[in-house]
């Protein structure tokens, strides 16, 4: 089974070489004969590389230790599912896990508009395949999941080994979330790839009408949407299984995803003046290039071992190939813009200060800026070293938190403002009576209650300067869900909630978007929560309590228990709030008998106002006592229900229209029109 | 240049500006100096009383906790250097002997390190694979 996967392997590199060059050579020969054999062996590196994956998965089902990769990522004892997510538990396996995914991407992509668009298709395959092609090569020649387990023998033999076992999956990772995180953050970063592709073809192509934006638009929301919600799996996963009790921590890798999401998401907001104005053409350009290049960046930032980070795979020999591809990716991409400027003049000017497409661009803006300073913070230590002594270079200079969060919490408070005017705001030039009309309330309204906030407590500036945003947008959010629904309900006779549910179906771009936003207002919510963190530790023995505000936490057993696949000491703590028992705690910390390696099993009392995160920290030297760390987390819960409504609105605005329903009278439907037009986003 | 247009050039500025002070601002406040053991020794002198940042991996058995703080050495290349762990994070579940740790804080006159933060990563796989002796090879060579 090892062959065939390898078979695939190295079949699947040939194939997607001669996809590139059949597509390219077709158009320039105006051969459609060449370019339909582009594309079916497009379709075949798919056939390749999903017969290579699926070989190497049989294998960890059958725990073949022979095989280097499995060997040192699974174990017999390992629960099946854990064996199939060890497939890209690992260097090897997640680089072809990847390369998968561009494969079933790409073949979608064909499937679904080859007839459409046969201009560009031809470049789109070319360049999805540049990718495959990169990514099946790194797998066939630098890191070979199918690569055998071999021993240097004395006298200098090399001889196949078989283990008995395998060394385990890292302890870590066993954990559902870590099932789920990565592939859905590799689903983000490959996604980039599609409207990337359509983006080159189009300047190739010299088709640059909005027909590309229009053809890519869903599946960069799909990319947007997934890099997104793995980004915010990875936080929740950091929260439950690390134990430090924070879920964001500005580590190389949690920045190596959120770098290509800022400025996806400024590509997303700036398609739009391009759809509606003519204008930002180069800028949609620039943005879509630098996505993709991001996610190429990310995953080699990961896997490098560049920077040092405690979640990055080990330092490894694809660092260069990575490099170089980026460097050919990204010159390449410029050098066709550069050349194509002439047919990327914009439309119309910006004229006023106060208008959609200025809140869109200051959107962008800072969404760039705050890209480039997560940049900048992430690969620092690289510059400080590498550069000369004479600029005080020479010396690793790192970073931390603190430089991260001083520039991007004012950054997001900032875009959390903009959320709750861009959209009302009108195109070309809002009016005096129309900001008084749409604002003056919210505002009147979120101040009013930024008053009330600091009497209860809220001292601290940002986080009161959100908690007043948060206020302020869902009221423009409510508001506009509101007019829309009564003016509807007027003229169709539907109850309020129908019309509710009506308005969105008929418009699902503009208000998806709300729920989007208003999914940001929760996240922010909980993020403001995170200003009022407290936590204590005690060293606690049997029938002690700890108190924190309102909560008791009584210790009432210390236990050691033996499991079959690990140790654990075990605390079993009773939780009373203001002095009723609510709860039982089980923190644990576990000791993993095939790796050696212990991890903390939090346990976390969640309510909506605040969450109670309990770590069995370490045992006191005497052995009686348990070393409790005990953490106060106010309103961390909003953080994920934001991250579900955020994902809802995605989905919403990826939906088709619903067309008019029979029973909206002319007139009304006019009105809506007039409604529609002014505002779809 | 129109003047329409300079208001859109005045609005950036003062938005490129203020995030380029904030930048400023937080690296002056966070900036450390990365450094290993025997690079920190090498020039001990420019480093006491500044912000640093010291990897190094954890010497077996040296581990030990004293009340709420923890204190252990950590070595690189033969050069030992005694740490206090009083940060008010729990330790990292990869903390333990030979991980690689890196411990932020300073260095003191007496030698001593104390640390405010501290993270640790398992000592690589590559490292444990040249221990046991073991090499990989190209599939079919």
């Known amino acids: 089974m090892a062959q065939v996967g390898q078979f695939a392997l190295a079949l699947s590199v040939v194939v997607a070489a001669y996809s590139i060059v059949a597509s390219l050579l077709g158009i320039r020969l105006k051969s459609d004969k060449l370019i339909a054999s582009g594309r079916n062996a497009a379709i075949g590196v798919f056939a390749c590389v999903t017969m290579s994956i699926v070989s190497l998965t049989y294998l960890f089902l059958i725990d073949d230790f022979s095989i280097n990769y499995i060997a040192e990522h699974s174990n017999r004892d390992l629960p099946v599912y854990f064996k199939i997510s060890a497939v890209w538990g690992g260097q090897e396996g997640s680089l072809l896990f990847w390369g998968w995914l561009l494969t079933v991407y790409s073949a979608l992509v064909i499937f679904q508009n080859w007839r459409k668009h046969t201009a560009m298709m031809p470049y789109v395959t070319a360049v999805l395949m540049s990718s495959g092609l990169f990514f099946t090569a790194m797998n066939l020649f630098v890191v070979n999941p199918f690569n055998q387990v071999v021993v240097l023998q004395p006298g200098g033999v090399n001889a196949l080994f078989v283990p008995q076992d395998g060394a385990g999956l890292n302890p870590l990772l066993q954990y559902i979330l870590m099932v789920i995180h990565p592939p859905i953050l590799y689903l983000g970063f490959v996604g980039f790839a599609v409207p990337f592709a359509f983006a080159i073809a189009a300047m190739a192509s010299r088709q640059l009408g909005d027909t590309w934006i229009r053809t890519t638009r869903r599946w960069t929301m799909v990319a947007w949407f997934f890099l997104g919600t793995g980004i915010l799996l990875g936080g929740k996963w950091a929260y439950v299984e690390l134990g430090w009790g924070g879920f964001w921590g500005w580590d190389p890798v949690e920045n190596a995803s959120l770098m290509p999401w800022l400025i996806a998401t400024a590509y997303l907001h700036s398609v739009m003046v391009q759809e509606k104005k003519g204008m930002m053409k180069v800028w949609n350009m620039v943005l879509i290039i630098l996505t993709y290049v991001m996610c190429i960046f990310g995953t080699f930032l990961t896997r490098s071992g560049l920077v040092s980070s405690v979640h990055a795979f080990a330092q490894s020999p694809i660092g260069g190939y990575f490099l170089a591809f980026i460097v050919v990716g990204l010159s390449g991409s410029l050098y066709l813009l550069l050349d194509r400027l002439n047919y990327l003049k914009s439309d119309n000017q910006m004229e006023s200060l106060v208008s959609r497409e200025s809140s869109f661009m200051f959107n962008n803006l800072i969404l760039l800026a705050s890209c480039f300073a997560v940049f900048w913070g992430t690969i620092f230590p690289v510059i400080s070293e590498a550069a000369p002594e004479w600029m005080g270079g020479g010396v690793k200079v790192t970073v931390g938190p603190p430089f991260f969060n001083r520039v991007n919490v004012p950054i997001a408070i900032f875009l959390l403002f903009l959320t709750g005017v861009g959209p009302l705001l009108a195109w070309r030039k809002a009016s005096t009576n129309s900001l008084k009309r749409n604002f003056l309330w919210p505002a009147g309204i979120a101040l009013a209650s930024g008053v009330g906030l600091f009497f209860l407590g809220v001292d601290h500036f940002y986080a009161w300067l959100s908690l007043v945003m948060c206020i302020f947008v869902s009221l423009t959010i409510g508001r506009e869900f509101y007019k829309g629904a009564r003016a509807r309900s007027v003229g169709s006779g539907e109850n309020f909630v129908e019309a509710v549910v009506n308005l969105t179906l008929r418009n699902t771009r503009r208000y998806g978007g709300y729920i989007v936003h208003f999914g940001f207002v929760l996240l922010f919510l909980g993020w403001s929560g995170q200003a009022f963190t407290t936590d204590t530790q005690s060293e606690t023995g049997i029938g002690e309590t700890i108190t924190m505000r309102q909560y008791t936490l009584r210790m009432d057993k210390l236990a050691i228990e033996e499991m079959p696949n690990y140790t654990t000491s075990k605390a079993t703590i009773s939780l009373f709030e203001n002095g009723e028992k609510v709860g039982v705690l089980y923190p644990e910390r576990r000791f993993y008998t095939s790796s050696g390696q212990p991890t903390t099993e939090v346990a976390i009392w969640s309510t909506l106002k605040e969450d109670l995160y309990v770590v069995f920290a370490g045992s006191a030297p005497d052995g009686k006592k348990a070393v409790m760390q005990v953490y106060l987390n106010p309103l961390v819960a909003w953080v994920w229900i934001g991250g579900i409504i955020l994902g809802l609105g995605t989905l919403i605005a990826m939906l088709p229209n619903k067309k008019s329903a029979p029973r909206t009278s002319p007139v009304n439907r006019v009105e809506e029109r007039r409604e529609v037009e002014q505002h779809t986003t | ?141």
Request: hydrophobic fraction near 40%; glycine fraction near 8%.
């Open chain 2, 1 to 141: 240049m129109k003047r329409k247009q300079l208001k859109f050039v005045v609005g950036s500025a003062v938005i490129v500006v203020t995030v380029a002070f904030l930048a400023f601002s937080g690296f002056t406040e966070s900036m450390a100096y990365f450094q290993t053991v025997t690079e920190l020794y090498a020039k001990k002198d420019s480093y006491y009383d500044k912000r640093l940042r010291v990897s190094g991996d954890v010497v077996p058995h040296t581990i030990v906790r004293e009340g709420t703080a923890v204190k252990f050495d950590i070595q690189h290349e033969g050069n030992t250097m005694s740490v206090t762990y009083i940060g008010t994070d729990p330790l990292p579940d990869t903390f333990r002997d030979y991980a690689t740790a890196v411990v932020d804080g300073k260095y003191g006159r007496d030698g001593l390190f104390t640390a405010t933060g501290l993270q640790a990563k398992c000592a690589s796989k590559y490292e444990k694979e040249a221990a046991a002796g073991a090499v990989t090879q190209n599939f079919g060579e």
